[in-house]
């Protein structure tokens, strides 16, 4: 088949160019993204320039193709789709096609172009790809010894910065845990100086507690034995004749209060209680005789006879009172 004439590639580049300069084209690896299954530092091995599907193609399919791929604007992607490709494999079959030389001389500066802006862009597996179709096309072009360190260079740089940011961000892990182990122990140790003042605040109570019952108990003792010895005492002399009980006139006898245990258990009994009366009528002496229940209305029985009043007598007079306590 003859080759179609020279001077009809170039509008075709002109208007695909044209178009080139507006839009880029579209490609399948992410921005920043190293090349798939590979770690971002590791410089991955160039593809194949041209694929084995355009490469089985005919000669006259080639040419076709490259002519619509020049027409949408499908330059030197996406791969295996694309003008650079068609004219590598058309020019493997026909090498002495000036027109297909011309034509990939042609488009070479702007896949030098767009090798260098997916470099840029971390696009490491499109920047390999161009990087083959550069070389195939012109394994000498003074651009590619510039284009590989840059491909590595850039790599090495977000391999460097993956790195730091996953020490950062293990740092900051770190950091976090640390605070949080810092917090439980704060929250432990105030837990337990919690439990600890409790329990000092629970041993004061209880040792206040038994002074409480120790004096209470201590008191029912000192007043037990004086009971004890006012029964034991032996009873006063006998009041002059001249001043007898029968001359006795009360002048006050308030009523003893009831002690309030004893009223609410609904405890009665009786006192009988020896009195000493003065020449004025106060209350002198007075000591329990005999009391039933024994101690439980005691005290307030003598309380009571001490504030008794008589008339006013020549001569102090001993007489002895019962005094009775009923709840009703």
């Given at each position: 088949?003859?080759?179609?004439?020279?001077?009809?590639?170039?509008?075709?580049?002109?208007?695909?160019?044209?178009?080139?300069?507006?839009?880029?084209?579209?490609?399948?690896?992410?921005?920043?993204?190293?090349?798939?299954?590979?770690?971002?530092?590791?410089?991955?091995?160039?593809?194949?320039?041209?694929?084995?599907?355009?490469?089985?193609?005919?000669?006259?399919?080639?040419?076709?193709?490259?002519?619509?791929?020049?027409?949408?604007?499908?330059?030197?992607?996406?791969?295996?789709?694309?003008?650079?490709?068609?004219?590598?494999?058309?020019?493997?079959?026909?090498?002495?096609?000036?027109?297909?030389?011309?034509?990939?001389?042609?488009?070479?500066?702007?896949?030098?172009?767009?090798?260098?802006?997916?470099?840029?862009?971390?696009?490491?597996?499109?920047?390999?790809?161009?990087?083959?179709?550069?070389?195939?096309?012109?394994?000498?072009?003074?651009?590619?010894?510039?284009?590989?360190?840059?491909i590595a260079t850039a790599q090495e740089t977000v391999a460097r910065r993956a790195q730091e940011t996953e020490t950062r961000t293990a740092a900051e892990e770190q950091r976090r845990q640390q605070e949080q182990q810092r917090?439980?122990?704060?929250?432990?140790?105030?837990?337990?100086?919690?439990?600890?003042?409790?329990?000092?605040?629970?041993?004061?109570?209880?040792?206040?507690?038994?002074?409480?019952?120790?004096?209470?108990?201590?008191?029912?003792?000192?007043?037990?034995?004086?009971?004890?010895?006012?029964?034991?005492?032996?009873?006063?002399?006998?009041?002059?004749?001249?001043?007898?009980?029968?001359?006795?006139?009360?002048?006050?006898?308030?009523?003893?209060?009831?002690?309030?245990?004893?009223?609410?258990?609904?405890?009665?009994?009786?006192?009988?209680?020896?009195?000493?009366?003065?020449?004025?009528?106060?209350?002198?002496?007075?000591?329990?005789?005999?009391?039933?229940?024994?101690?439980?209305?005691?005290?307030?029985?003598?309380?009571?006879?001490?504030?008794?009043?008589?008339?006013?007598?020549?001569?102090?007079?001993?007489?002895?009172?019962?005094?009775?306590?009923?709840?009703?």
């Amino acid at each position: 088949m003859s080759v179609k004439p020279r001077h009809a590639l170039p509008l075709l580049l002109l208007f695909a160019l044209a178009a080139c300069s507006k839009q880029e084209p579209a490609t399948d690896v992410p921005a920043g993204q190293p090349a798939a299954g590979q770690p971002a530092a590791k410089a991955v091995p160039p593809p194949a320039a041209v694929s084995e599907q355009v490469q089985a193609m005919s000669a006259e399919q080639l040419r076709e193709s490259a002519t619509n791929a020049l027409r949408d604007n499908r330059i030197y992607a996406p791969g295996g789709d694309n003008a650079m490709e068609y004219y590598l494999a058309l020019r493997d079959k026909l090498p002495t096609d000036a027109g297909v030389t011309s034509a990939l001389t042609d488009l070479l500066p702007y896949t030098l172009i767009a090798a260098e802006q997916s470099i840029a862009r971390e696009e490491f597996t499109e920047a390999q790809r161009l990087y083959a179709l550069i070389e195939k096309t012109d394994p000498k072009a003074p651009a590619l010894p510039r284009l590989k360190q840059s491909i590595a260079t850039a790599q090495e740089t977000v391999a460097r910065r993956a790195q730091e940011t996953e020490t950062r961000t293990a740092a900051e892990e770190q950091r976090r845990q640390q605070e949080q182990q810092r917090l439980a122990q704060q929250a432990e140790q105030q837990r337990q100086a919690e439990a600890a003042a409790a329990q000092q605040l629970a041993a004061q109570q209880e040792t206040a507690r038994q002074e409480a019952e120790r004096q209470a108990a201590a008191q029912r003792e000192r007043e037990a034995a004086a009971a004890r010895a006012a029964a034991a005492a032996p009873p006063p002399a006998s009041p002059a004749p001249a001043a007898s009980a029968a001359t006795l006139r009360a002048i006050s006898t308030p009523a003893p209060r009831y002690p309030p245990e004893a009223l609410r258990a609904g405890t009665s009994g009786e006192v009988l209680v020896e009195i000493t009366v003065g020449t004025d009528g106060s209350v002198t002496a007075a000591r329990v005789v005999r009391s039933n229940p024994a101690r439980v209305f005691d005290r307030e029985a003598i309380n009571a006879v001490r504030r008794w009043k008589f008339e006013p007598v020549p001569a102090p007079v001993t007489t002895r009172r019962t005094i009775g306590f009923n709840p009703g």
